[in-house]
């Protein structure tokens, strides 16, 4: 269990730097201090529902179409980078993130640490049927100090259904968690999150795609050594080739000409 945090002021955006990458506000944080500010949120009353987003290369690509998207993540209460490539594109322009804070990895630091005075409660959104109570399984083996309240599997196309989301508003509603576990893959979290923010009890939503599968022993994670070299991509690549084999190459042809484009427009803003 971490330090209590409940009497502390609750962290707003004006405690750290963002800075402006790709067409859109990211915020300047390590792995600890955004803990520490999620943590923040949780720990305080109900008052609306915060959000957190987590770019990849692929979300970087998609953003540059996609006005929706841009909202969505102009919205956010964080915008925190996924993946090792972001964080060296980040680097080349000029413009240095501290540290990769993916979305698999805070969800687990998040859990680790609990709340101090009572249970974390925690909704698992999304994932294939029966995946979000398999995680939730695991969570209660692994974590003393939370307690998932909720667990949901929306059917496919539940996002053109209003009555789908009304279902997921209310069974949100019923049991008001503190962190809600959106695994719907991007854009569609994103995008769903955005649009019912309004509407939606629980105290911090977290966009973190596959996150549940991994919590559920579904998929696996690279091994560390992989991720230390910055090649967790080549590792979901290969265990998922025919999803995401043709999206990653699209992506790497794209992906190259946005970080130019930044450079070179960096440069020029600064001559
Ligand atoms: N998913 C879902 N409902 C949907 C679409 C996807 O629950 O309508 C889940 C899917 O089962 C998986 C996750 O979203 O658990 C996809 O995460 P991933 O990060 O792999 O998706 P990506 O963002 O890469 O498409």
Redesign the pocket.
Known sequence: MVATLEHEPRATHDDWPRVRLFGVNMDVLDMSSTLKIIQSWTAAPFDRCRYVVTPNV?HTVLLQDRRDLRDAYHDADLVLADGWPVVAASRIVGKPLPERVAGSDLVPRLLAAGLASQPLRVFLL???PG?GEKAARNIHRRYDGVDVVGVH??P????NREEESNRILYLVGQTQPDILVV????P??ELWVHAHRDQLKAKVALCV??T??FIAGE?SRAPRWLQRLGLEWLHRILS?PRR?AKRYAHDASVFPGIVWREWRDKGLATR
């Open positions: 692929d999304g994932a294939a995946v599997s929306p496919l196309g539940f996002e695994g719907l893959g991007a569609k979290q795609g596959a549940i599968d998929k998922e995401l």
